[in-house]
């Protein structure tokens, strides 16, 4: 055959008027296509040729496909087709598209010689290739009779079940797809669907696919991750994605998708280029939901919701200071950890013991302490123990404030942050104190240490020691701020000895650093004249010593140095 081709080719070089040209044209096309049906049966490293002949023969995908319909129909087996397929595959996977458009038929055949002869490339072709008109009934049979042994081996396993449930989905059987998709671990799916991004949006790419919406709405933490792979892959950019879990609905601080896809944005330093935007609208998220009064009787309504971890990682997300737990809502790190006081459990209903109520447990750990996990049958019903207005101290009720809190307390929170949640901020919000010391500590570090002294000045050392450093100007301010409360307590006769007892441990402590921090001269400079020698004696002599240790260290390090 390659010398028949051969021998027309060279006879078209020597026609001799232009009807020989186009019959000996006609020749070199047929003559190609020969060859490329010979090795499109063709096992050997020749079968690559099949792309090159049928090409030169012009012949359209229906054309190639209607020559081998028929051996493919009689399920030939002694020909293996690797050219044929290596054909397809160069067809189908191309990034030019084919302008043949084909029946479903057609479509049919393409898909029953994958099948037989390369199975392990059937979802592939059908979720990923240009295939289009195909039956999705003939398809579903195909994915479904695959040999399982190679199902089970195969790496694209879980593309056959997103194949099978994106079929399920055009047959109008979510049931059956959303079986599908909850049989894979989460990491999986998201292998696939970032690796072929595609399938996460719609034709028009203004809209989340079928696919996806399944998975919203039965896997939305698979979502809202592959969103975030697609983010930092610069495929679907933050505000593309955005759109697509619509955030412009009426009600922004309800839609959780958004809430945790900015989370999981915001909590890589990676991603510090999407910060700004990112943190202004979920701080705008966690206000509107802590000022939704609504939310707490709507939880007093419902089963205890899972526990909720603050997100972990290296970014805008950060530990909190500890002596926030003594602030409100809050009352104490306990109070955090302690069951729910929305609920109680009011039945066992296998236990023959009646009343009975689950125990606490840590903060840190992943098992809800609100949520029981009783085995089968046993069964528990909740009810509401405390007035729904009223809030309750614990962490699941809590969860905006915390995350919040969080975001609030990472070093390089910027000025404008401060600024935005002190213009949402009502006096009748829950954690309201805690907030307005967060933020003024950034604004205005005189006010919200005026804050911590007013209403909790127990917690003056602690906060002292999160949010001052060694900026020797803010401790002094402060110490002025505690000396200005005493002598205005002491000028009272109301005044209880314990309350001035505590204002006296905070001055004491912060004392104690601002004669770390000045020097002698300076520390007597600021002391208040009419208070007793004797009391500050000994933080007058640790200033000494410690300003005449530091001078001595200098001289010893000139002294070695010279």
């Not at 499109?40 to 030169?56: G, K, Q």
């Not at 998220?285 to 971890?309: A, E, F, G, Q």
């Not at 530990?319 to 737990?325: I, Q």
């Not at 829950?430 to 604004?443: A, D, F, I, M, Y």
Request: hydrophobic content about 35%.
């Amino acid at each position: 055959m390659v010398e028949a081709y051969l021998l027309i080719k060279s006879a078209l070089y020597k026609a001799e008027d232009e009807g020989q040209m186009n019959l000996f044209s006609e020749f070199v096309k047929e003559s190609c296509a020969k060859l490329g049906d010979h090795y499109a049966r063709d096992s050997s490293p020749d079968h690559v040729l099949s792309v090159a002949y049928y090409s030169m023969s012009e012949l359209s995908l229906k054309e190639v496909i209607d020559r081998h319909k028929d051996d493919i129909a009689t399920q030939d087996l002694s020909f293996t087709y690797q050219g044929l397929l290596h054909y397809l595959n160069q067809i189908l996977f191309s990034k030019t598209k084919f302008g043949d458009k084909i029946s479903k038929e057609t479509g049919d055949i393409v898909l029953q010689i994958y099948s037989k002869h390369q199975p392990e490339s059937l979802s592939d072709v059908i979720l990923n290739s240009q295939l289009t008109e195909f039956s999705h009934e003939t398809a579903l049979t195909l994915l479904n009779n695959k040999n399982m042994e190679i199902m089970d081996e195969s790496r694209n396993y879980a593309l056959d079940c997103l194949g099978k449930a994106v079929i399920h989905l055009e047959l109008c059987d979510p049931d059956a797809a959303v079986a599908l998709v909850l049989s894979l671990p989460k990491d999986t799916i998201v292998e696939q669907c970032v690796k072929y991004h595609h399938l996460m949006v719609d034709n028009t790419q203004t809209q989340l696919s079928h696919l996806a919406q399944l998975l919203r709405r039965h896997r939305p933490d698979v979502v809202i991750t592959v969103l975030v792979h697609l983010h930092d892959n610069k495929i679907i950019d933050m505000n593309k994605a955005l759109d697509l879990l619509d955030v412009h609905t009426e009600k922004l601080h309800d839609n959780i998708h958004v809430r945790d896809y900015l989370e999981a944005l915001l909590n890589s330093k990676d991603r510090q280029n999407v910060f700004d935007k990112a943190l202004k609208l979920l701080i705008t998220i966690y206000m509107n939901r802590i000022k939704d009064k609504d939310r707490d009787l709507m939880r007093s309504n419902t089963k205890p919701l899972p526990h909720n971890h603050l997100p972990r990682g290296n970014g805008h997300f950060v530990s909190r200071y500890a002596w926030l737990d003594q602030l409100p809502p809050f009352q104490g790190s306990r109070s955090l950890v302690q069951q729910c006081e929305f609920y109680r459990t009011l039945t066992r209903a296998t236990s023959p013991q009646g009343y009975r109520s689950s125990s606490p447990q840590g903060f840190i750990k992943s098992v809800s302490p609100h949520a029981l996990r009783p085995s089968s049958p046993q069964t528990i019903r909740y009810s509401p123990t405390r007035d729904p207005s009223e809030p309750c101290p614990c962490c699941c009720c809590n969860e905006d404030l915390l995350k919040l809190q969080s975001l609030l307390c990472w070093k390089q929170t910027s000025q404008e942050t401060a600024r935005l949640v002190l213009e949402l901020l009502d006096l009748d919000v829950k954690g309201h104190l805690s907030l307005e010391v967060l933020c003024q500590s950034r604004l205005d570090i005189s006010i919200a240490s005026d804050l911590i002294v007013n209403n909790h000045a127990d917690l003056t050392m602690d906060y002292a020691n999160s949010l001052l450093g060694n900026n020797t100007d803010n401790w002094v301010a402060l110490m002025q701020i505690l000396q200005t409360k005493i002598s205005f307590e002491e000028n009272r006769f109301d005044i209880l000895a314990s309350k001035h007892s505590v204002y006296m441990d905070a001055f004491k402590g912060v004392l104690s650093v601002v004669a770390e921090l000045l020097e002698p001269v300076n520390l007597l400079g600021i002391l208040p004249s009419s208070a007793s020698n004797e009391m500050f004696l000994p933080y007058i002599e640790r200033c000494f010593v410690k300003h005449k240790a530091d001078q001595l260290q200098k001289q010893v390090f000139q002294k070695v140095m010279s």
